[in-house]
């Protein structure tokens, strides 16, 4: 089972929609979890770290159920620059290895 | 700026050769991490290193060879034993301790065979 499972889309929505992205992993005793961004062909960013209560910069809030484990990132009133790929992260419980899935895409069309 | 630099940003490996990617940075960071990433696919772990002269293999070590010598470099080699080595190598470096720590990236190297 891998460690972290995305759905890998395509999402296609249009400007303005809200769209959601899950994450699964499969250790629960990880503690640690991020969303990046990666556009085409370049590295992957920050977009943020995801914490226990939950938590909200800007348009995107993201959330943990520890019960389910899963981590969510929901991204409100899109806009055509949040087409990319977005990887869930999860560090191991040690803490020295992190595991990325594989990304969802988005694409936000005019 | 603080950041993590790699070089080349492009390189090109002929047949039997191996070739060093480098990775330097000056956020002070403990660790540091090679990861593979091929089109359509995600991040896979080659090698990382939470302390200088010290380092761990990862998921696909095979074919590769790292040192870390010094805190702030951590060059990969990718050898002529690695028979697929066309892809985009990331490195990272994060902060071990405090929790809840990310990782930060270069802006990877594409490597090609000739």
């Known amino acids: 089972r891998k460690e972290v499972e995305q759905d890998p889309g395509p999402f296609n929505v249009p400007e303005g929609a809200t769209v959601a992205f899950n994450c699964t992993y499969s250790?629960?005793?990880?503690?640690?979890f991020f969303w990046y961004r990666q556009d085409c062909r370049k590295e992957p960013k920050l977009l943020m770290s995801?914490?226990?209560s939950g938590n909200e910069d800007g348009r995107f809030t993201a959330q943990l159920n520890r019960a389910s484990q899963y981590i969510s990132l929901l991204i409100r009133d899109s806009k055509l620059s949040d087409s990319a790929t977005y990887l869930c992260?999860?560090?191991?419980?040690?803490?020295?290895?992190?595991?990325f899935g594989t990304g969802t895409s988005l694409t936000v069309i005019p | 700026d603080g950041g993590i630099t790699q070089s080349p940003k492009y390189l090109f490996r002929k047949e039997g050769q191996n070739v060093t990617l480098s990775c330097e940075q000056n956020?002070?960071?403990?660790?540091m991490y090679w990861y593979r990433q091929d089109p359509g696919q995600g991040l896979r772990l080659i090698y990382y290193?939470?302390?200088?002269?010290?380092?761990q293999k990862g998921d696909i070590a095979e074919g590769y060879s790292v040192s870390r010598e010094k805190k702030e470099s951590f060059p990969l080699t990718v050898t002529s034993a690695q028979k697929n080595p066309t892809a985009f190598y990331l490195c990272?470096?994060?902060?071990?301790?405090?929790?809840?720590?990310?990782?930060?990236f270069g802006d990877g190297t594409r490597l090609s065979i000739l």
């Open positions: 250790n629960s005793a990880s503690q640690s």
């Open positions: 990272a470096s994060s902060i071990l301790r405090g929790g809840n720590q990310p990782q930060h």
């Open positions: 995801v914490y226990s």
């Open positions: 992260v999860v560090n191991s419980p040690t803490g020295n290895q992190f595991y």
């Open positions: 290193s939470q302390i200088v002269n010290d380092f």
């Open positions: 956020l002070n960071h403990d660790a």
